[in-house]
């Protein structure tokens, strides 16, 4: 299970929050624990995007690297090699 988080809002982002929450049915809580574990995904996708763009640029800077990839081949729809 999580750990309690306190936040300190604005009384009208708090009242925007709360009209959010109660359109979809669900409480406060709730509405912003969605919110964070969304966020939290993004900031994971997000980093791993940058990690696998820094992994290209190496081994595309890399004659190790290029020849690598040169030997193991490019993947097809069908998951097979060239």
Known sequence: MGH???VRLDEDI?????EAAKAR???LSTYLRE???DE????????????SRSVGAYIAASPEGLA?????GT???EGNGP
Do not use: C, H, M, N
């Not at 708090?14 to 709360?18: D, I, K, M, S």
């Not at 939290?40 to 990690?51: L, M, N, T, V, Y």
């Open 4 to 6: 309690p988080v306190s």
């Open 14 to 18: 708090q009242v925007t929050l709360e």
């Open 25 to 27: 049915g669900i409480g």
């Open 35 to 37: 919110l964070a574990v």
């Open 40 to 51: 939290a995904k993004r900031i994971r996708r997000e980093r791993i995007r940058a990690q």
């Open 68 to 72: 690598f990839y040169a030997d193991w």
């Open 75 to 77: 993947p097809t729809a």
